[in-house]
């Protein structure tokens, strides 16, 4: 079965950084698309960075600009989020998602990341 698995997350004070991991398994890795969502409590799930197959391509939402890295690693099957300067904004749970065209989106279990002196 398919399974992501995140990693990584923590608490950490404003202008840390953390580095999240998700690690995959039941999917050929090197043909999805991967992405790092985010959800606040009461909020909306919204894309944070998303990572095309070869990491030719990266898409970054406006308020992590210069701030965050996706990464991917396809011999490890796993993509990776890499934050700096973190805001207390960047509060939420972080869930990795896996996408293809004519396939069901994927979703990790997600990990909490808390930004907070």
């Known amino acids: 079965q398919v399974q992501l698995v995140e990693s990584g997350g923590g608490l950490v004070q404003p202008g840390g950084s953390l580095r999240l991991s998700c690690a995959a398994s039941?999917?050929?890795?090197?043909?999805?698309?991967m992405g790092w969502y985010r959800q606040a409590p009461g909020k909306q799930r919204d894309l944070v960075a998303r990572i095309n197959s070869s990491s030719s391509s990266r898409y970054y939402v406006d308020s992590v600009k210069g701030r965050f890295t996706i990464s991917r690693d396809n011999a490890k099957n796993t993509v990776y989020l890499q934050m700096d300067n973190l805001k207390p904004e960047d509060t939420a749970v972080y869930y990795c998602n896996a996408a293809r065209i004519g396939v069901s989106d994927s979703w990790g279990q997600g990990t909490q990341v808390t930004v907070s002196s």
């Open positions: 039941g999917i050929i890795f090197s043909r999805y698309v």
